[in-house]
């Protein structure tokens, strides 16, 4: 057959035609600060997919029928049409269970907003959306009608559910009670009866009203089984070593299979079981893996546990009477594990679309060489949070992305995939979820879903192309405009300045006006005061507080703005540098870190990179308004002569849920950090160096229910025009 990507002189300078800030079509393109991008879009080729269509007789399914079949020798998809079969390229995103204050156990998001969603994925001209797990039953009743009369019909791969309590208890997929294997298989079952419109015996909650009779099974490319395995787990699992072969009606082991990939292939054999003699029908099979559990070699990985383990579901092959055929479904990140950025031969690649380094593009295509099947990349992306968890050589950071450069480097993933040979990728993900936690920072989790509340320092929250935001509408836009502040009243006021403050469900916002000088003058020092752990003196800045201050707000011109933490109540110092002393009550301030990685020891190259955190702290200068030509989403400040507007994420002041009223405790005195309540947050403003001591003022605050509101980022109108081309739209 014939190659299915070919290179068009098709420039991803396309992209230039949008705005880079603004969704007005005439703005003037605003490059962010940390990289070049126009300078970049114009060195990118997109590749143009071209659809394949071959006689339908050349794919036998017996009796059985099958929409899609996953082609070994192509490495493609195909949907088989009435006389013939045409080949299908996957571009599309991962769709999450929740948006702000969803209820986990009981979803409720609403039938028109899943309709709403489906028509802005497929104006971006993405073709699939996958689900992890069975969705609410309003979900399938939108797709099913969103396809019904929709001209662009969207595709479903669906996720079959792996319960990750079971890594951990009893951490073995061969228990002595069998449940890990009976759950699995029960999930499998109830997924294809769902996808079939059959699922009149499955309850999604104990409170849905609606069933399962949706049959969006002529939309559904794929089933993707299982999640991002644990190691131990595998290991554990892999211990029986009886169990290392199997043969079913529809799948097999070859030679050389663990018992964890014969548990995979027992699991997937029951579900095309299930679908065939139920509906007789079959479905593309994949089984989930990621770059920890890949099967290359990384000779340069700083660390072992990310080299130990390997899942090879090349392992698990077709029996003759199983007709649609296996695909591979692997998650990869251009910023995990290292081995990405330190493997010696990814470092000298060199991408023939650009001439420059290319590591995530160099492992795609190496993976590409470990799979027989057609390999879907089932997650990749790059969020837009204010912090970082992990950095990447390219620049493809796990976090402190604008919605621009999220864009970009999504689209150049997209780009990279497409190029490398795969049969398709899929984005993560569609919307922010509030819920989702992270190594690097705090993890609260203690309160009532409507009073769950977003922490912008946490990338796991923020890699929606679909923005889920604070408040029912935004409280106030950085822009140095006063206006939207005329029906506050002042909280401090004084021949010299002026504070007012709002705050919502992600930031504190205040607005100085100064009566006197011009920003820049001097320093200017907002003491905050929650938990009351801090100092009453600040040596730097020469102040002395009325209360003890936990942080300070420093507005000090457009490049030394910052948010500092008192040195004994600075976490990601108590967490990652133990080994440093904390006297309480020093008057020493720290800018806010956020520690990225430990010391890594690179055992092929022998180099030794020492451990980091960024300095998160440092505020931005910018303007927050998303229809403003100057967008920067990252924006924490922005100022005139007279007028400063900042937002500060509330985790950054240690309020970990201004919802609920809960911040960080005492952790130093307490050996440990825990939530504690939250009864008053107190600010101050002076200049520096001051003899008279600052009066700090309680804002009115008290807890409150959480609301939200949406929007699609800048990066949306990115990856539309990449996706237009790359599908030939």
């Known amino acids: 057959m014939k190659k299915h990507i070919k290179f068009a002189a098709l420039l991803l300078a396309v992209l230039m035609a949008l705005p880079l800030a603004g969704c007005h079509q005439n703005s003037d393109p605003v490059v962010p600060p940390a990289v070049s991008q126009e300078k970049e879009l114009k060195d990118y080729d997109v590749p143009e997919y071209h659809v394949e269509t071959v006689s339908k007789a050349l794919v036998s399914h017996g009796a059985v029928d099958m929409r899609y079949f996953a082609d070994k020798d192509s490495r493609m998809l195909f949907r088989l049409n009435s006389d013939d079969m045409t080949s299908v390229y996957i571009a599309g995103v991962n769709m999450g269970v929740s ?9 409720d998001i609403a039938y028109d907003t899943y309709k709403t969603w489906f028509r802005q994925i497929s104006e971006m001209n993405a073709n699939t959306v996958r689900v992890f797990s069975i969705m609410p039953p309003q979900f399938y009743k939108a797709f099913y009608d969103y396809n019904a009369s929709a001209e662009k019909k969207l595709y479903l791969i669906h996720g079959i559910w792996f ?140 660390d072992a546990y990310e080299d130990s383990v390997e899942v090879n579901t090349e392992h698990v092959l077709p029996q003759a009477d199983y007709y649609a055929g296996l695909f591979a479904a692997v998650d990869a990140y251009p910023y995990y594990p290292k081995s990405i950025d330190y493997d010696t031969q990814y470092a000298t690649y060199t991408d023939e679309l650009t001439g420059k380094q290319n590591n995530y593009k160099a492992y795609i295509e190496d993976l590409k060489k470990e799979y027989s099947v057609p390999l879907l990349i089932a997650e990749f992306g790059v969020s837009t949070s204010r912090g ?8 493809y950071n796990q976090g402190g992305n604008t919605e621009q450069q999220q864009g970009l480097y999504d689209s150049r993933m997209f780009v990279d995939i497409a190029s490398a040979g795969c049969a398709g990728s899929l984005l993560f993900s569609w919307q922010d979820e509030w819920f989702k936690q992270i190594w690097n920072t ?24 679909l923005a889920v935001e604070p408040g029912s509408r935004t409280a106030c836009l950085v822009d140095g405009k006063a206006d939207e502040w005329s029906a506050v009243d002042a909280l401090l006021d004084t021949t010299d300045y002026a504070l007012k403050v709002q705050y919502d469900e992600g930031y504190l916002y205040g607005c100085v006006e100064l009566k006197t000088g011009t920003f820049g003058d001097q320093p200017l020092v907002i003491p905050v005061s929650t938990v009351g752990v801090g100092s009453q ?68 190259t022998r180099q030794t990179i020492e451990r980091k955190s960024n300095e998160v702290g440092k505020l931005r ?58 009864t008053a947050i107190s600010l101050g ?18 807890p409150k229910n959480s609301q939200y509101h949406t929007r699609l980022k800048q990066s949306y109108y990115y990856i539309q025009k990449t996706l237009a081309t790359l599908l030939g739209e």
């Open 685 to 702: 403003l002076s200049f520096a160096h001051q003899s008279e001591t600052v009066k700090m003022k309680a804002i009115d605050y008290s």
């Open 163 to 302: 319960s990750e309590d079971y890594m951990t208890a009893p951490g073995d997929c061969y228990d002595s009670s069998h449940v890990v294997l009976a759950d699995f298989e029960r999930r499998a079952k109830n997924t294809v009866d769902v996808v079939h419109g059959n699922g009149s015996g499955v309850h999604y909650s104990a409170h849905d009203t609606d069933r399962y009779v949706y049959d969006v099974s002529p939309y559904t490319l794929g089933f993707i089984l299982g999640l991002e395995w644990n190691n131990e787990f595998v290991e554990k699992s892999n211990t029986h070593t009886d169990k290392a072969a199997f043969a079913g009606e529809y799948l097999k082991t070859a030679p050389g299979a663990t018992p964890f990939e014969a548990f995979l292939a027992r699991v997937g054999d029951t579900l095309i079981a299930y679908e065939t003699q139920n509906y007789t029908y079959q479905t593309p099979v994949a089984f989930l893996n990621w770059s920890t559990n890949d099967t290359l070699d990384h000779p340069n990985e700083p």
């Open 388 to 395: 970082c968890a992990a950095e990447s050589v390219l620049g």
């Open 99 to 107: 948006t702000g204050t969803t209820d986990l156990a009981a979803v």
């Open 537 to 604: 003196t600040s040596n730097r800045y020469g102040l002395n507080f009325e209360k003890r201050a936990d942080s300070l707000i420093v507005l000090d011109g457009k490049d030394n703005a910052a948010v500092m933490n008192d040195a004994y109540y600075d976490y990601n110092r108590f967490r990652f540098y133990p080994e440093e002393k904390k006297t309480a009550n020093s008057g020493e301030y720290h800018i806010v870190t956020q520690f990225v990685h430990g010391e890594l020891e690179l055992p092929e």
């Open 621 to 678: 200068f910018g303007i927050s308004d998303p229809d403003d030509d100057h967008y920067d989403s990252l924006a924490d400040f922005y100022a005139t002569e007279h007028i400063v507007e900042f937002r500060i994420p509330w985790y950054m002041l240690g309020v970990l849920n201004i919802s609920k009223g809960a911040a960080l405790n005492n952790f130093n005195e307490a050996g440990e950090a825990a939530a504690v309540d939250l």
């Open 442 to 465: 705090y993890r609260y989790t203690d309160c009532e879903p409507q009073q769950r509340t977003p922490n912008r320092m946490s990338p796991e929250q923020n890699y929606g192309i």
